[in-house]
């Protein structure tokens, strides 16, 4: 199973800020960061066992990322993005050829629900060019992507409703006055919307159930362990990739590094729906997972804006199984042209929370199989 993989190579994108901060040294690469912020550990859930995997930062400014051209990061928006990317692409292909008649993926979470559809679409329709590189892309994976405005707004407070983080009288008054499809919100909308804020309180809507990092969370131990997630990671991670040695190893400038940036955004579209149904028609391979613990963009959204495509069911929703984990690993169902799954326990983050389960998950979809049954 691991060769079939493994022969493949993997573009890793969003979640709209740094990709090696979050996926590389969070999520799904081979190490994470100790909580010292100056020594790694292990991660064998790597999604590095399955694939080769490429974490690009962008849009330039986040991370390590940077143009010379200062006027850039104020024409920053989807297509320049995905302009950005293809380019980078096939000037990595011409430095590593080899890859070239390799199976290629695209995957990322979040804001990638823009970036990724957008880069694929962009690949396909430069493929047709004769003269331009061909990219062998196979299929694409988003994991609690952003797709579509007015899905994800009622997506978000029925998931708060149904999670028991907001009140009835919220949620009815919110499902009310609140025009998601327009987007144009009274300031009825915007009252019941500032109390569900009030009513779910403090809390990760990352992750509803994780502990908040302050004083009182749990400390991982050095050695770290990918399976019990230390909410503090990001603190960890920004400590090692400021130390000078790192930075000199990683042959990036020498700059103060930080996931985000404040850059100008020019373009986004209300909807990716047009985009994904294109792909679909394509016969490319298209996933959407989900952590269903994300109240950030949580599933509820997704199942919606999958809803809107009208898409028949070809196996029916079921339960899946890790490799090593005998407990339901998360629900999965296949429509024709598009899977949509849940990874049970996970939140914003897939692969930070349930390692085991994501590295099951993303396996299957480079296999081209549903996850296991049992």
């Not at 579209?269 to 109240?295: A, E, M």
Request: hydrophobic share 35%.
């Amino acid at each position: 199973m691991w060769a079939i993989a493994a022969a493949s190579y993997l573009l890793w994108s969003g979640p709209g800020c740094s990709s090696l901060g979050y996926g590389a040294m969070e999520e799904l690469g081979p190490f994470r960061v100790n909580s010292d912020g100056k020594t790694l550990f292990r991660n064998e859930y790597s999604w590095n066992n399955v694939a080769n995997v490429i974490f690009l930062e962008s849009p330039a400014g986040v991370g390590f990322s940077y143009s010379n051209t200062s006027s850039d990061y104020k024409t920053v928006g989807d297509q320049r993005t995905a302009e950005d990317s293809y380019v980078f692409l096939i000037n990595w292909l011409e430095k590593f050829p080899q890859y070239k008649s390799r199976d290629f993926y695209i995957t990322g979470e979040s804001y990638a629900g823009h970036y990724v559809p957008q880069l694929a679409y962009t690949i396909l329709s430069n493929n047709k060019i004769t003269n331009q590189t061909v990219i062998n892309l196979k299929g694409i994976a988003i994991g609690n992507p952003y797709i579509d405005d007015s899905t994800t707004g009622k997506g978000i407070y029925d998931y708060y409703w149904t999670h028991a983080l907001i009140s009835d009288e919220t949620h009815a008054g919110i499902t009310r006055h609140c025009d998601f499809v327009s987007g144009n919100f009274s300031r009825t909308c915007k009252l019941y919307r500032n109390q569900a804020f009030v009513e779910h309180g403090k809390l990760d809507l990352y992750d509803i159930y994780a502990p908040l990092c302050n004083s009182s969370a749990p400390k991982t131990p050095s050695p770290g362990s990918v399976n019990n997630f230390d909410p503090c990671s990001n603190i960890y991670v920004a400590s090692y990739l400021n130390l000078p040695e790192v930075q000199k190893a990683l042959h990036t400038r020498n700059t103060t590094w930080s996931p985000c940036s404040n850059i100008g955004w020019t373009d986004r579209p209300s909807t990716i729906l047009p985009t994904i149904k294109q792909l679909i028609d394509s016969g490319l391979r298209l996933w959407v997972y989900s952590g269903d613990n994300d109240g950030r963009i949580p599933v509820t959204a997704s199942r919606y804006s999958i809803n809107t495509l009208k898409l028949a069911v070809k196996n029916a929703w079921r339960a899946w199984y890790s490799n090593s984990d005998q407990d339901v690993g998360g629900y999965v169902v296949e429509y024709e042209g598009l899977v949509l799954t849940t990874v049970r326990g996970a939140g914003h983050h897939v692969p930070s929370n349930q390692p085991d389960r994501s590295l099951t998950m993303i396996s299957s979809f480079l296999r081209g199989t549903l996850p296991p049954s049992s």
